[in-house]
């Protein structure tokens, strides 16, 4: 290409980025405080130098705040950068260096020489109408949750080699998402991540470690190539889409983790990749020394409610809606949200409140991670009735309760029952309380019961990093055992575990894998790890094929019994004259319960009949005694028993033994029971 002959003509400024007409590309870039600005393009992704480059005029190509031009002859393909000049005073946080390539906030696409990792952005055309059925639109009443790694599912070693790991091979496992009955799939990071190998490796193996889950983002409008089967930028979005498509087609959304509070660039002396070079005091929240705030733990912070960096966030959430087609979204450390640009708490915020009110966002599910690193802890108080939250203190709790834990089962009670305590005071239901026993960071369900202390010595950081109080039991015996008894006590574990989970009101999310026992050999951080501790051993499946099918009728059977999909709170009180009271709670005498911390015992009654379902006890053992409990005369059958082996350990109505009249029912050490009662006996 003859570069110096395209015309170059002023641009509009919006919308930012670069998009593509008729007669070739409109460049748009926000930057307040450069001086001078490059557009900088490339021939091949190889290129460290750019082909050719063209300079903004101040006063041509300027529209208010955004430096904008139109060349003509340029198509959908085209590789491009910029460089910015401007202040150089670093104590006042301005990291304007005109020699660093920096990356298009709005770039749609990237790609990287392999040799060195630098990125370009490239030229996307917009996305065509979509061709596909509607949305599945779950309510989240309906909704069971299964977060997973696009890598991590569908990864293996084959041959010496790598293999899957893409977008494409998550369609090859949908029949198995459809066999387990989840309705949506949560996947960490997606959007371009710019950082991929770090700077230390494997102490025992001296293996390179990454960035395998993500979690640093720097390009918000892109799908992550390396998930793809492609490096083309336009092919990247369309295997993508794909993947939503045939995931809408069975009946299964798509959220996604996003990352809006920090990003990749650092803080030293390397050359910035983005933000930090375009406009650093508008970008970040910087001190009054120009140092960054850490609110994150990730060295640097967003400055979310800036209205420049909010409308960067709003874009990036329509875009992945209306031309992604996602669902949803879970918001990573979404505490950061509500700090305003002083990094100081706000009653809601801005952005959160322009996120509830988003005419486009309206029917998506918002998610907030409601927690930061600077203390601000946000469970059961983040956002209004647009927004649900991972519920930290469900996990901890639950957890709790069955290590055996004394003086918990009155948290216990309040975690089953939907929360009350966090989310009933302001007007919010059980659905607001996402549930989990676990999720990506931390131990896998297979390691909270085999492992007291994390082993993250494979992450070359002296086992130093993640959590240390995880409220874990490892049954008797560190690690990985061959001791029956002590597998056999885990699999009950694994049971009581995810039972708890799908018998409590609110949303329940899975961590995909904990269906079979998945492992990652108790590393309780293994955000570096891209290789068998990470990814999924499908193998699992048929060793521990009793706790999958455990799992899988116990998602039928919370399907099954609609007051589990209860969108008000139990009063413990009968909801007309002559009924029974909604829920009743017991010891296991039968008498009401005292929640005395020396007593372990806990049952309630649950009326499901008021939602069209049947009478349910439910009967809960935590201690290492067997312990018999008198149950109501009813006609009751035994449905759910944690402590029999499969297929025994869950059954159908029809198929279930009646409990004869009067007769105590043995709860078993460490383990449930869950009674239904028919009116045909």
């Known amino acids: 290409m003859n570069w110096s002959e395209l015309k170059v003509k002023p641009g509009k400024g919006l919308p930012l980025g670069a998009v593509v007409d008729a007669s070739g590309i409109q460049f748009s ?109 779950k309510p989240m009443s309906q909704s069971i949750i299964y977060e997973v790694h696009v890598r991590g599912f569908t990864a293996h070693s084959a041959g010496g080699h790598v293999q899957g790991g893409t977008y494409r091979e998550v369609i090859e496992k949908i029949p198995y998402l459809q066999e387990l009955g989840v309705t949506a799939v949560e996947l960490l990071p997606v959007q371009a991540c710019g950082e991929n190998t770090l700077a230390w490796k494997n102490p025992n193996t001296n293996e390179p470690l990454v960035n395998y889950w993500g979690y640093s983002t720097i390009g918000f409008f892109a799908p992550n190539p390396r998930y793809a089967g492609t490096q083309d930028a336009a092919e990247v979005i369309a295997e993508f889409r794909a993947m939503v498509d045939a995931l809408h087609e069975a009946g299964i959304e798509v959220i996604l983790d996003v990352v809006y509070n920090h990003t990749s660039e650092k803080g030293g002396p390397e050359p910035s990749q983005s933000f930090r070079g375009i406009d650093n005091t508008i970008y970040y929240l910087v001190d009054d020394h120009g140092r960054y705030r850490d609110l994150t733990g990730c060295g640097n912070t967003l400055n979310c409610n800036h209205p420049v960096v909010r409308d960067l966030i709003m874009d990036s959430l329509r875009y992945w809606v209306t031309e992604m087609g996602v669902d949803g979204f879970r918001f990573d450390l979404a505490s950061i949200l509500r700090r ?8 809601t915020g801005p952005l959160v409140e322009h996120m509830s009110e988003c005419p486009i966002l309206r029917d998506v599910k918002l998610i907030a991670e409601p927690w930061d690193i600077a203390g601000g802890y946000l469970v059961g108080s983040f956002g209004d009735e647009q927004w649900a939250e991972w519920n930290g203190q469900y996990r901890d709790d639950v957890r709790r ?28 239901t059980p659905l607001h309380s ?198 109501p005369e009813r006609h009751w059958r035994v449905r759910i028993d944690t402590a029999t082996t499969g297929p025994g350990d869950i059954v159908e109505a029809e198929e279930a033994r009646r409990l004869q009249a009067g007769r105590k029912m043995v709860v078993e050490k460490k383990s449930l029971r869950v009674l239904s009662c028919h009116p045909d006996g």
């Open 434 to 631: 996402i549930n989990f026993i676990t999720c990506h960071d931390g131990f896998t369900l297979r390691d909270l019961v085999s492992y007291n202390e994390k082993q993250n010595e494979d992450n070359g950081e002296d086992n130093r990093d993640g959590t240390n109080e995880n409220f874990s039991w490892n049954c008797g015996k560190e690690g990985e055992v061959d001791d029956p008894a002590v597998n056999a006590l885990r699999l009950r574990m694994q049971k009581n575990y995810l039972a708890t989970l799908f018998l409590s009101l609110g949303v329940p999310m899975l961590l995909g894998g904990d269906e079979f026992g998945r492992t990652q050999r108790g590393n309780n951080n293994a955000y570096c790890q891209d290789n068998p501790i990470s990814w999924f051993d499908w193998a699992l499946l048929e060793k521990n094929r009793e706790l999958f099918e455990f799992c899988k009728r116990l998602i039928r059977f919370r399907h099954e019994n609609p007051v589990f999909a209860r969108r008000t709170y139990f009063t413990g009180r009968p909801s007309k004259p002559g009924a029974d009271a909604d829920l009743l709670w017991f010891d296991a005498e039968g008498t009401p319960q005292m929640w005395t911390p020396e007593d372990p015992s806990l049952a309630c009654m649950i009326n499901g009949t008021e939602n069209g379902g049947v009478c349910l006890y439910l009967m809960f053992n935590p201690s290492s005694k067997v312990i018999p409990f008198t149950v």
């Open 29 to 137: 870039i926000f930057s307040r405080n450069a001086t001078r600005v490059w557009l900088s393009l490339f021939e091949s992704p190889e290129d460290e130098a750019p082909a050719y480059e063209f300079i903004f005029d101040r006063n041509a190509h300027r529209v208010g705040d955004v430096w904008t031009i139109h060349i003509e002859g340029l198509r959908a393909g085209t590789m491009y950068a910029y460089r910015m000049d401007g202040p150089k005073r670093p104590s006042r946080g301005y990291r304007f260096n005109q020699s660093d390539c920096l990356l298009d906030p709005y770039a749609r696409g990237y790609t990287e020489n392999p040799a060195h990792g630098r990125a370009k952005c490239v030229v996307v055309e917009g996305a065509p109408a979509w061709q596909t059925t509607a949305r599945p639109q």
């Open 340 to 347: 305003d640009r002083a990094g100081h708490m706000m009653y």
């Open 401 to 428: 309760f069955w290590r055996g834990d004394k003086g918990i089962k009155g948290n216990f009670a309040l975690r089953l029952t939907g929360s009350p305590d966090l989310y009933g005071d302001d007007g919010r």
